[in-house]
Nanobody, 122 residues
Framework: QVQLVESGGGLVQAGGSLRLSCAAS????????MGWFRQAPEKEREFVAA????????YYADSVKGRFTISINNAKNTVYLQMNSLKPEDTAVYYC???????????????WGQGTQVTVSS
């Protein structure tokens, strides 16, 4: 029903910035929330940020507060993750997800993108 495609990952030096995009297609409900998760090698997938489709509700993981900004352009069916002041610890595959409500739990999202690699070097 919903397809998600991430883009914008790449290599960056510590302190640099990247902007990830998640393009959604299919039927998008106004009640959907969009989330970003990441998974580093040998680690569990962790919550990064989430936003309601309206943009009225936003949550960030403590580890990225003040550095990352999630935003949504629902006219373009696209959610963004602006990542500033990147740290090596941010290195991971970043996944976009869609669900029926804002949640920090990956299990509550119904649709997932394929992921985009973000690598931050020291």
């Amino acid at each position: 029903q919903v397809q998600l495609v991430e883009s914008g990952g790449g290599l960056v030096q510590a302190g640099g910035s990247l902007r990830l995009s998640c393009a959604a297609s299919g039927r998008i409900f106004s009640s959907y929330a969009m989330g970003w998760f990441r998974q580093a090698p040998e680690k569990e997938r962790e919550f990064v940020a989430a936003i309601s489709w309206s943009g009225s509700s936003i949550y960030y993981a403590d580890s990225v507060k003040g550095r990352f900004t999630i935003s949504i352009n629902n006219a373009k069916n696209t959610v963004y993750l602006q990542m500033n002041s990147l740290k090596p610890e941010d290195t991971a595959v970043y996944y976009c997800a869609a669900g029926l409500g804002v949640s920090v739990s990956s299990g509550l999202y119904d649709y997932w993108g394929q992921g985009t690699q973000v690598t931050v070097s020291s």
